[in-house]
């Protein structure tokens, strides 16, 4: 594995080496993405390999083109115009029914394909050096935090990519949102970098999808997903009384409470953004997860605007440990 600087040179290397078929970590605005040429079923398989991920979760084919988006997708409603001229590139995802050319492994077998543009000056340029879409899921594990630097792909992934572009932290520091437009209706698959409010007001009602284990198409919508490793819970009172010989580290919305309770404490957003809450999520849980912890404990936070994404992989770190 090289872990290089996302310069103009070393994105070009990077290109090489995605077009002979190989991976490439590389930044986007929401997480950095594990990146294979997309229309390469071969390429793609490595991806599942990297990640160990079970292979019947499809992948994001990232564009950098309304063209290369034509290239690959049928756009059979007006409504998804709307949506890419107000929100691309940026952290919003369609699923769109697919074309001839995108392989199979990467849709798991559907008829359809999930496409953004994201908005990131490398991951774009990266795109436009290959000339074709980029299959990429977040650069984790399976199951695992999702990362934010370059460093945290390192550390997850180490020798199992061949470069990791370094493009600094990750402005959105959660994943982008997922949308799918049927004739019966705006379905959310997964809330994330862009609120559903902000959607609404171009298309009107979204439908939230709940999640569907038997039926993952989306493991965004897993109850168990996004965990640290070790265990973390909701804040409450109770728990810090059942804990209380313990290390325990505190993250907390935009005050600490309790401090003299904490071995270590974050605080996301001083002055309670959301957007800057996000972008320190994966990044604090990082932290804390390297750190001689026996326990997290996170306080729930409002679930409005980006409030609503955090809290989607709060709830399901926190499953894995009930
Ligand atoms: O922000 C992001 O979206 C990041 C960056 C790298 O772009 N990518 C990301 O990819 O989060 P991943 O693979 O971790 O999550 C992609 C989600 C999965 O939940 C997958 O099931 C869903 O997209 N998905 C992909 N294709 C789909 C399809 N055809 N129908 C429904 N869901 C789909
Ligand atoms: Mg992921």
């Known amino acids: 594995m090289k872990l290089l600087e996302a310069t103009e040179k070393n994105i070009k290397i990077a290109a090489d080496v995605l077009k002979s078929e190989g991976l490439v970590a590389f930044p986007t605005e929401t997480v950095y993405g594990l990146g294979a040429d997309g229309l390469n079923p071969i390429a793609v398989a490595k991806i599942f390999e990297a ?16 063209e290369m988006l034509n290239n690959i997708a049928e756009i059979k409603n007006e409504k998804i115009t709307q949506l890419t001229e107000k929100f691309w590139p940026g952290a919003l995802t369609l699923i769109l029914h697919k074309k001839e050319i995108v392989p199979y492994i990467v849709t798991s077998g ?41 460093e945290h792909v390192a550390n997850q992934l180490g020798e199992k990519v061949d470069i990791i572009l370094d493009g600094g932290k990750c402005n959105i520091g959660v994943e982008s949102t997922i949308l799918e437009i049927t004739e019966t209706g705006n379905y959310l698959l997964r809330p994330g970098g862009i609120p559903k409010e902000d959607i609404e007001k171009i298309i009107g009602k979204v439908i939230i999808k709940g999640s569907d284990i038997e039926n993952p198409n989306s493991p965004g919508q897993l109850k168990i997903h996004y965990a640290p490793k070790i265990p973390i819970y909701f804040y409450s009172k109770k728990i810090i009384e059942e804990n209380k010989n313990k290390k325990v580290g ?24 959301f957007k800057e809450a996000a972008s320190n999520l994966f990044n604090t849980l990082h932290n804390f997860e390297n750190r001689n912890l026996d326990l997290i404990l996170v306080e729930p936070i409002k679930k409005v605007s980006l409030g609503t994404a955090i809290m989607d992989r709060l709830t399901k770190a926190v499953n894995k440990y009930k």
């Open 110 to 150: 559907l008829e359809t394909v999930a496409v953004r543009m994201p908005d990131n000056k490398v991951a774009l340029e990266l795109i436009k050096n290959i000339g074709k879409p980029i299959a990429a899921p977040s650069a984790n594990s399976f199951g695992r935090l999702s990362p934010t630097s370059a």
């Open 51 to 66: 990640k160990e991920r079970p292979t019947f979760n499809p992948l994001i084919l990232h564009v950098s083109s309304i």
């Open 250 to 273: 505190g993250i907390f919305f935009s005050e600490i409470k309790n401090d003299s309770l904490f071995e270590v404490t974050k605080v996301l957003s001083k002055s309670g953004d």
